[in-house]
């Protein structure tokens, strides 16, 4: 069965340094997603992108953060100077396409922690 | 997107059925009630979505109501590994975003 897949499982990085997490959506699907999870509390929304260009973000995905689909497999999420409340568990998904955009397929997570 | 109101947590005996609600009363004529999963941290897992009609897959059953204001989610005969966060979400088909609450974590228990 297709699926996401997420790299690193697990990053360590020091505050301030760059960090990019990378997911490879399911192949046919049109529509991409970042969400993340703090310990503890809700899965929250981050950015979703499709054809090429961000369709919507959250407040939470201000200047720092920032995706991209560099080869048409890959599609990643970059942390320009990481903070310590980035520390979560961050997760890429894919759907479809058009009209059927309630269905996401999630990866398997990326979980940062910023010292 | 309208807000959902679940409990926060239920017990479930191995082998029955598990039945979990999911109230939407501010619910729209075109948003769809979408369930989701969660296992230990694991990415969330969509498990079935519905309208009107009641639905039915693999995994689970979707009974909504005829106002469309609650919705249950029916796991037949509940296993110790659908002990999860089960998330009830309503959103448009079209929306590209899905709003997580707290969801209710299901216990199953031999």
């Known amino acids: 069965e297709p699926e996401v897949t997420q790299t690193p499982s697990h990053q360590v990085t020091q505050m301030g340094q760059e960090v990019i997490l990378r997911c490879v959506p399911i192949?046919?699907?049109?529509?991409f997603y970042w969400y993340r999870q703090i310990l503890g509390q809700k899965v929250e929304f981050l950015v979703s992108?499709?054809?090429?260009?961000?369709?919507?973000k959250s407040e939470i995905f201000d200047d720092q953060f920032s995706v991209e689909r560099p080869d048409g497999s890959n599609f990643t999420l970059k942390i320009r100077s990481t903070k310590l409340e980035d520390s979560a568990m961050y997760f890429c998904?894919?759907?479809?396409?058009?009209?059927?955009?309630?269905?996401?397929?999630f990866g398997e997570g990326s979980r940062l922690t910023v010292l | 997107d309208a807000k959902t109101t679940q409990p926060p947590s239920m017990d479930c005996a191995e082998g029955r059925a598990a039945n979990l609600p999911c109230n939407h009363s501010?619910?729209?004529?075109?948003?769809?009630v979408y369930w989701y999963r969660q296992i230990h941290s694991q990415g969330p897992q969509y498990i079935i979505h519905?309208?009107?009609n009641n639905e039915t897959n693999e995994m689970a059953s979707l009974i909504i109501t005829e106002d469309r204001k609650s919705s249950t989610l029916i796991l037949p005969h509940a296993t110790l590994r659908d002990t999860a966060v089960y998330y009830c979400?309503?959103?448009?088909?079209?929306?590209?975003?899905?709003?997580f609450g707290a969801g209710t974590i299901l216990r199953v228990k031999s």
């Open positions: 979400i309503v959103a448009y088909k079209t929306r590209n975003k899905l709003v």
């Open positions: 192949s046919n699907h049109l529509y």
């Open positions: 519905g309208l009107k």
């Open positions: 998904a894919s759907s479809p396409g058009q009209g059927n955009t309630g269905e996401l397929f």
């Open positions: 501010t619910i729209s004529g075109n948003e769809y």
């Open positions: 992108f499709y054809n090429n260009e961000i369709s919507e």
